[in-house]
Nanobody, 127 residues
Framework: EVQLVESGGGLVQAGGSLRLSCATS????????IAWFRQVPGEEREGVSC????????FYADSVKGRFTISSDNAKNTVSLQMNSLKPEDTAVYYC????????????????????WGQGTQVTVSS
């Protein structure tokens, strides 16, 4: 059974940092890409970043480029998202997702490319 479990969310002031983690199991980690998405109530789920576990290639949404860094620990089947210089508009529920996607273009941040999802973790950035 495929499982993805997010952790690390919380409340932080604008300009601060948080590190999210996505622990995975139930699939061959090296064969999949892991992506982070976020969603605000009433809005579409937005792709944030993607990493290919096989070769480490990454892709970022323009809104987070230069502030967020995605990384993977293949030994632990875990992907992290380091979020720096956080803004109130980063407030959302953050989800990790997995599928056999190549993180080389904007399509890698389309939610419909991913079949496996975690339950989400809340990130709140206060102004």
């Amino acid at each position: 059974e495929v499982q993805l479990v997010e952790s690390g969310g919380g409340l932080v002031q604008a300009g601060g940092s948080l590190r999210l983690s996505c622990a995975t199991s139930g699939f061959t980690f090296d064969d999949y890409a892991i992506a982070w998405f976020r969603q605000v109530p009433g809005e579409e789920r937005e792709g944030v970043s993607c990493i290919s576990s096989s070769d480490g290639s990454t892709f970022y949404a323009d809104s987070v480029k230069g502030r967020f860094t995605i990384s993977s620990d293949n030994a632990k089947n875990t992907v992290s998202l380091q979020m720096n210089s956080l803004k109130p508009e980063d407030t959302a529920v953050y989800y990790c997702a997995a599928d056999a996607v190549s993180c080389t273009g904007s399509y890698s941040l389309w939610q419909y490319e991913y079949d496996y999802w975690g339950q989400g973790t809340q990130v709140t950035v206060s102004s």
